[in-house]
């Protein structure tokens, strides 16, 4: 398995797991007090509808989704057809529910359930939509969008659900919440993902699909069976009732199983699939995720074992107490019924859903007929049935899987037997931990599972088979490669200096796990960027009335919020071609080191100390804040840079706080601009909210390539002008260091290997190849570093380059030259080779063709805009490979890549002047007479 996958497996771990325990959270609450608000009649009413939907949704589903995750590859025909056959079979299916709702309600004798059929059919028509928008996101290993749908859907069901049954709603509130669950987890996942479908395209076959779907849905819909029977058979029995006790005690057995179960399978799944040709992985992912499902689960279900009484006291309410011998036979079930989840994954990740299915055939009927004759004698038999039922069908699965061949079936029973072992023995600590003295029911429960945690605790130390793999589960989860900090230094990512020590690191990693999720989980909220703009929109009233009574307001400055800068030549570019194309009196808002200016333009600037107004935290951001909203009174115009950091991947805090801070300027009325900025595939989603905010408050997004506006249009951030990248639109230029490194005559070939690039892939083999061919070719080789700071250094990376040649053959800048200085540099070149995109605009500047490694999905756009798509490469390993050729075509004068380059030159130069469009005295002053 690669770093990368195991990388997502153990951030999908996490992510799901997190969003799991928060659901779980809301559950309980949702259980308390809808099961204080209504009656068993109720519960048992909706039951006997939602098993009936439930048999129906695995109908709806027909086994695609599972399908569509495991394949290895899926087209877009492919996934479009998918989704109008699930769409489809929904609507199907919603009908047929609607039509039968009569015949319903007379086998059970009861009117009611008509409408409350009709009512919930609706669901399969919602879930027939969003279920390939939900295979997507998990086969993507978007963990975190789907969860995120699914525990917002599901707080906002139980809160439409106690709403109504707080107003006398009865088992209305029930229906509430599932139909008003679904349609908003629909809506986040269809916003959240990219994709759109199309037309039915009768040419992207689907049959391998509805093979795998079909056998799935037959196997599924066996197992399911046992579950469907039991509060059928009890209503044709009994009475709603008794269906209501029964469903009730299902319900809590359920709630933690599913809360575990579904985010493992969502990330064992995929993962499995992706090394399903791989025995050895295979196998230990396989025994690890069972181990870290039954650990848990066992852990779990043995405090509510031991604590039964106190557990339906305290969740369902004091009317609740025949429901506790049937949880406590349930909960036995439950444990085994998830002892087969692993065998399950086993069938699905390798395709062997054939199997499964004459697996199922062959034991499911037998369940299914104990369990009807148990119905005969009332809910405590049926139960009993059930749990004996599914306690035949683990031994029967691992004996099933050992016929097919290379599955560690032993193994798979050892850690079932060690699960049920720690699960007994911790049952029983809770159980004599509250028996000693009596307790309140909420007492019972804490004094209860801190008895378990204890057991557990003492199990994992004293264990060494348990220790070991429990903590390689635990090393899985919490080994996750930091993201790339931003480069001005922003916290959310950085890696901290390593230490030794086994221990040290991997608290670490789970440190910087948990840190990153608790910033995401905060800046997503939008509470941050709220209280920005709030500070901003005091302050700068305050400002305005404070000027206008001492009559010193004089609103006519250029407010520009610089990019992080220091260091790095490509920040600096873009802030001079600011200052340029503006002769306003500027106000310059910078986050890092105060730039270097040349001599014309520092003598009009006036510098604005907000060191922490993007990158700071607690009082000092707060201040920086302030400050910039007392600034903003003295703005006739704002200018953020946005470059590459508005999409949040280099820093979620930075990106949203830019876009907050532009936000709160136009609706102060300040003429607010965002400077050609690109805008990632995969962007953040609280950025992109931010953005869109931006975009409504009358924030102009002048965008800097086509890609990113494709991108943008996407993701519903409208409207957006398209530009090119400022930097062009500079005029100053400096020969100074093309006559030290590049003289006149010489075929000089510029590159440059980016620090960037080098914290994430060893690629000095590649760049020594792409030296050794230019020199071959008779060019001068300079080594240009486009960054010179900590954390991305590109002069670092250039020395390590320059050490595999003798000093005659290359040339290292070892100096940090102006923008000025770069451009006559790379107007001297013949050729360029570059990891940094602003290298590759200074050289396209005077027509000189830059083969660029392509980051953070902003090279795309540039090369598409000059019509040179093919000087992109991707930086990975092996593009050296490339380079030759693609020297060979753009060498010549009259290359065509060269022609196209000077033919689209005028045409970018003016997109690129529309960045500063408005920017210049004669303007303002037009307008502010109009």
């Given amino acids: 398995m690669s770093p990368s996958l195991g990388r997502a497996a153990g951030r999908g771990a996490v992510i799901t797991l997190g969003t799991q325990g928060v659901r779980l959270v809301v559950q309980v609450i949702g259980l308390a007090v809808l099961g204080r608000l209504l009656a068993p009649h109720d519960y048992g009413l909706v039951a006997i509808v939602t098993v009936l939907v439930s048999a129906g949704e695995v109908f709806r589903d027909f086994g695609l989704s599972a399908a569509a995750i495991q394949a290895k590859t899926l087209s877009r025909g492919q996934r479009d057809n998918l989704f109008w056959i699930n769409t489809g079979i929904g609507l199907v ?52 969008r789907l969860s995120g749908a699914e525990l917002l859907g599901q707080v906002t069901g139980v809160a439409v659900a106690v709403t109504v049954a707080a107003l006398g709603g009865g088992y209305w509130a029930l229906a509430a919440q599932w139909i008003s669950a679904q349609s908003l987890a629909l809506v986040l996942v269809f916003a959240w993902s990219r994709w759109r479908p199309g037309r039915i395209d009768r040419t992207a076959s689907v049959r391998p699909f509805l093979n795998f779907g079909s056998a799935l849905l037959g196997s599924t819909l066996l197992n399911n069976a046992v579950n469907y029977t039991s509060p059928l058979a009890l209503g044709l029995a009994g009475n709603p009732v008794t269906v209501g006790l029964y469903n009730r005690a299902q319900q809590l057995v359920t709630m933690p199983l599913v809360q575990i179960q579904a985010p493992t399978t969502r990330v064992a799944l995929p993962i499995l699939s992706r090394v399903q040709d791989d025995p050895k992985q295979f196998t230990r992912m396989l025994l690890r995720g069972q181990l870290a499902l039954l650990t848990l689960i066992g852990l779990v279900f043995a ?79 049926t139960a009993a049935a059930y749990a004996g039922s599914l306690l035949a069908g683990w031994p029967l699965s691992l004996w099933w899987l050992r016929r097919l061949g290379g599955v560690p079936t032993g193994r798979m029973a050892r850690n079932g037997l060690q699960g049920a072992l720690l699960a007994t023995t911790a049952g029983a600590a809770s159980w004599g931990a509250t028996h000693v003295v009596t307790l309140p029911p909420v007492l019972d429960l804490v004094v209860g599972g801190l008895a378990v945690a204890l057991t557990a605790a003492i199990a994992f130390a004293l264990v060494p088979s348990y220790r070991r793999e429990v903590g390689a589960v635990k090393k899985t989860l919490s080994r996750r490669k930091s993201r790339k900090s931003s480069d001005a230094g922003s916290g959310t990512g950085a890696v901290p200096a ?97 730039p270097t200016l040349l001599a014309p333009l520092a003598e009009r600037v006036e510098l604005l100390d907000v060191p922490h107004l993007v990158y700071g935290t607690g009082t000092a951001h707060r201040a920086s804040v302030r400050r910039f909203g007392q600034a903003l009174a003295r703005a006739s115009h704002v200018s953020l840079i946005g470059a590459d950091v508005m999409d949040g991947r280099y820093s979620l805090p930075a990106s949203v706080r830019r876009a907050s801070t532009v936000t709160a300027a136009a609706r102060a009325g300040v003429d607010t601009r965002v400077v050609g900025f690109s805008w990632s595939e995969r962007p953040r989603t609280a950025a992109r909210r931010e953005l869109r905010r931006a975009a409504r408050a009358g924030v102009r997004l002048l965008v800097r390539d086509p890609v990113s506006a494709e991108r943008l249009a996407a993701d519903g951030v409208s409207p957006v002008i398209p530009v090119a990248d400022v930097v062009f639109s500079a005029r100053t230029r400096d020969d100074a260091a093309a006559d030290r490194y590049a003289p006149e005559g010489a075929r000089t070939a510029l590159v440059n290997a980016s620090g960037l690039i080098a914290k994430r892939a060893d690629l000095l083999g590649d760049y020594e190849v792409v030296v050794r061919d230019l020199l071959a070719r008779g060019l001068r080789v300079v080594l240009l570093p486009h960054v010179l700071r900590t954390g991305s250094d590109d002069l670092t990376a250039c020395e390590a380059l320059a050490e595999r040649f003798s000093p005659d053959e290359v040339t290292v800048v070892r100096e940090l030259l102006t923008p000025a200085q770069v451009r006559g540099l790379a107007a001297r070149a013949t050729l360029v080779v570059t990891g940094r995109m602003h290298l590759a605009v200074m050289a396209s500047m005077s027509a000189v063709p830059a083969v660029t490694l392509a980051t953070q999905g902003k090279v795309e756009g540039l090369m598409r805009l000059l019509g040179t798509p093919e000087l992109e490469l991707a930086p990975r390993s092996g593009f050296s490979a490339h380079v030759p050729d693609l020297v060979d075509r753009v060498l010549p004068d009259d290359s065509p890549t060269r022609e196209a380059l000077q033919r689209n030159l005028e045409m970018v130069t003016g997109l690129s002047r529309r960045n500063l469009a408005g920017l210049r005295v004669d303007t303002v002053l037009d307008t502010a007479d109009a």
């Fill in 93 to 144: 299916l919603a009908l047929l529910l609607c039509a039968l709702s009569p015949v319903l309600a007379h086998v059970y004798r009861d009117d009611r359930l008509t409408l409350i059929a009709v009512v919930m059919s609706g669901i399969f028509v919602l879930n027939g939509i969003s279920t390939q928008y939900r295979a997507g996101l998990a086969r993507s290993l978007q963990f975190g």
């Fill in 498 to 594: 390593p230490r030794s020590g086994h221990t040290a690191r991997r608290g670490r990693a789970t440190r910087a796990v948990a840190r990153r999720l608790l910033i995401r989980a905060w800046y997503s909220s939008g509470v941050p960027t709220a209280l920005d703009r709030s500070t901003i929109r005091r302050t700068h009233r305050r400002a305005v009335r404070s000027a206008a009574l001492a009559g010193t307001h004089d609103g006519r400055r250029h407010l520009v919020v610089a990019a992080p800068g220091a260091g790095n030549i490509g920040d600096q570019a873009l802030l001079e071609a600011v200052l340029e194309g503006s002769d306003l009196p500027v106000l310059l808002a910078t986050s890092g080191a105060t």
């Fill in 303 to 381: 405090v509510l074992f031991a604590q039964a009484p106190a557990a339906v006291r305290v969740l369902l309410g004091p009317q609740w107490g025949d429901v506790v011998p049937l949880f406590r036979i349930l909960l036995l079930a439950g444990f085994m019924q998830a002892a087969t989840y692993a065998a399950s994954w086993v069938f699905q990740a390798r395709g062997l859903t054939g199997s499964q299915l004459r697996y199922s055939l062959a034991t499911r009927p037998l369940f299914v007929v104990a369990i009807c004759i148990g119905a005969a004698f009332g809910p405590t038999w």
